[in-house]
């Protein structure tokens, strides 16, 4: 699904690398937790696997999907079968309302309107949302902003989620509630999850492989045990 290869990286104004020497492969299908202290690099490597999300400086290396270069995917491919969702609840809502936030994505890769709203139906009620559609954005909580951020990427059928910290400006409840939904879709769905979490032990036990960073590299990549 993911696979990178030699890649390293340096933020422009920087004077050490971000990435040293990443090489990794997430197949089709699993649930892999990637951890470290803070600093690691561990968001400069998740934003290497989304075309848009790849940052400005200086990099070596290739990155793959499926068997394509990450870097020169087509637009809309990478934002239908890429889905990410960042530490921020504020900081992926465009709209003004629930029920334009769900279609946004949709009505941007032009699909028609049958099947907006069959996907925004199906997911709604997967997620247990479907009473929000008239709320305003800016009156949800942090925890329903971040499911609507969710439900958002899913309604694109993403085969792969990338999940930056999802849950570090959650409280417990809406933590634990973020995270079970996740695993939910991993397990109904079949989409590939690579998650990074702080609360290590809300996510281990629902993880296949865990992928552990320290000062800028990948020092392990096995299985949970």
């Known amino acids: 699904m993911i696979e990178i290869s030699n890649v390293n990286f340096q933020y422009g104004t920087a004077d050490i690398g971000a990435l040293h ?32 999300q790849i940052p400005t400086g200086h990099g070596s290396g290739k990155m793959y999907f499926d068997g394509k270069d990450i870097e020169f995917m087509d637009d809309r491919e990478s934002a239908a ?6 530490q921020s609840p ?21 699909f028609d309107r049958e099947t907006m709203y069959r996907r925004i139906a199906e997911m709604s009620e997967y997620l247990g949302i479907s009473g929000w559609y008239e709320k305003k954005t800016d009156e949800l909580s942090g925890g329903q902003k971040q499911i609507l951020n969710l439900a958002s990427v899913m309604v694109m059928h993403p085969k ?14 809406a933590s634990e509630r973020f995270l079970q939904n996740i695993f939910r879709l991993n397990r109904d769905f079949g989409v590939t999850i690579l998650i990074c979490e702080q609360r290590v032990h809300e996510v281990i036990h629902m993880a296949d492989r865990v992928m552990l960073m320290k000062d800028t590299r990948v020092i392990g990549f096995d299985d949970v045990r």
């Open 21 to 52: 020497n990443i090489n990794l492969s997430v197949t089709d299908g699993s649930c892999v937790l990637l951890c470290g202290e803070s600093g690691c690099g561990k968001t400069t490597l998740l934003r290497h696997a989304k075309k848009n």
């Open 90 to 110: 504020d900081g992926q809502i465009v709209t003004d309302k629930v029920w334009h936030e769900l279609a946004f994505g949709l009505e941007s890769l032009s």
């Open 81 to 86: 079968l890429i889905g990410y969702v960042g």
């Open 160 to 173: 792969i989620l990338i999940l930056d910290e999802p849950t570090s400006q959650l409280d417990p409840v």
